[in-house]
């Protein structure tokens, strides 16, 4: 264990060391002139290469993102021809109210305000929800229609992925409500016996 440690040490000590074109100031001074200009070539060629590398990654990375915001107006153009009736069926436009029971809001579970929106297939949203006294204490949840499937508090850690789904039924077409709901405790909300009430409304006619 003691010689683990000594190496470690060593190598702490080499790692921040002063270092010319990437070698230590001690192996520097033994190099000889072919060997310098040898080291010089090999950090110039690391270094080109590391720059290319960082202009491909932002060039993927500027992609990326172009192609979200495609999508994200691609998705919110379809929602708005759900909206006005341009197109869609009975179930893809919803109306959604979460009531009852406590949220996880500024460190700790507290009752909130009740909350009421819309939300069309394919349509992603973030809902606000306040403390009905401290309206300073709120918290966001976001809330996500696709392909029949209604998911709450998607949430990515590092070591889990949950998220709270509802999938279509008939009957919401009449209004359904889910009693005492309470999510896990990696959520965001951390909901605990929260009451969510889905109805599928008819459509807007022309």
Sequence with gaps: MRLI???LALFSLTSCAAKIYGVSEEQWA???TEERA?????????????ELRRIEDAKVAAEQEKQRLLDMEIRQAHAEQIYSGERGIRGDLLRVTIRGGELHINGKHRPYKPVSFRIVDGERKT????????????????????DGILTFDH???RRYEYR????????????MRYQGITF???S???????????????????
């Design 184 to 186: 896990n405790k990696h």
């Design 155 to 157: 949430n990515r850690g």
């Design 188 to 206: 965001h909300l951390r909901a605990k016996n929260i009451n969510i009430i889905i109805d599928a409304v008819a459509l807007p006619r022309h």
């Design 127 to 146: 809902i606000t929800f306040h403390h009905p006294k401290k309206h300073h204490y709120q918290t966001d949840v976001v809330v996500e229609y696709d």
């Design 164 to 175: 709270y789904e509802l999938a279509y039924e008939p009957k919401w077409r009449h209004g």
């Design 30 to 32: 033994v190099l000889s």
């Design 38 to 50: 040898k080291a010089i070539d090999h950090h110039q060629e690391m270094e080109r290469l590391r």
């Design 5 to 7: 440690l000594i190496a």
